[in-house]
């Protein structure tokens, strides 16, 4: 395998996990409009989102494999996004605050030449303790969670918010490793 792999994300977190794993990658992130339909699935968001991400970037590369990702926090059906502002991201926490919430990701790899990609998406499920205003202003004051999805990080202090989850943890942080283990292995990409 002699292709250039590429991460189509701005995202500091995904960059980590990949480093992590052992691989070697370029940083691309995309110049896309990412949509947000209200009459789309979770799923489907994440999916076109990341499909678009990798789509725009392998039109720069001849022979690579792309990786791209989106992920969206969904609470009572509605998808939430990253916090505008501090008090956005206040007010996100306040919604979230002792409620169930779901965390969607979609992983993508698509290769080039060929113009063909594997997609999956993985779904958890977030339980929130029930903390205080003044916690929350504290947190949102580190300026950690006003990049994220839901206005929290689960593997920094945003943790100390969260009860119980049920699925992938890589989910949450925004790129699930063991789906894009699988979908690598299909372009002949063998991390182990």
């Given amino acids: 395998m002699n292709k250039k792999i590429v991460l189509a994300s701005a995202s500091p977190r995904r960059e980590e996990l990949l480093r992590e794993l052992g691989l070697e990658f370029i940083v691309y992130p995309p110049n896309i409009e990412e949509i947000n339909e209200e009459n789309c699935s979770p799923k489907d968001i994440v999916l076109k989102n990341a499909i678009k991400k990798a789509e725009a970037v392998a039109s720069n590369f001849s022979n690579a494999v792309i990786i ?3 992920t969206i ?3 009572e059906g509605k998808v ?3 916090p505008k502002d501090r008090d956005d991201a206040i007010r996100i926490l306040e919604k979230l605050k002792g409620k169930k919430h779901y965390v969607f990701t979609a992983v993508v790899v698509w290769e080039t030449p060929e113009n063909r990609y594997f997609c999956k998406v993985a779904k958890s499920m ?3 303790r029930k903390y205080t205003r003044e916690e929350i202003e504290k947190y949102v004051d580190t300026g950690e969670p006003l990049d994220k999805a839901g206005a929290y990080g689960i593997q ?3 943790a100390l918010f969260v009860e ?8 949450i942080v925004g790129l699930p490793i063991g789906y894009l283990y699988l979908l690598l292995k299909k372009v002949g990409i063998n991390i182990l």
């Fill in 68 to 70: 791209s990702a989106d």
């Fill in 73 to 75: 926090v969904v609470l």
């Fill in 80 to 82: 939430i996004g990253k």
């Fill in 126 to 128: 977030v339980k929130m």
């Fill in 156 to 158: 920094g202090k945003g």
């Fill in 164 to 171: 119980k989850i049920e699925g992938d943890y890589y989910n």
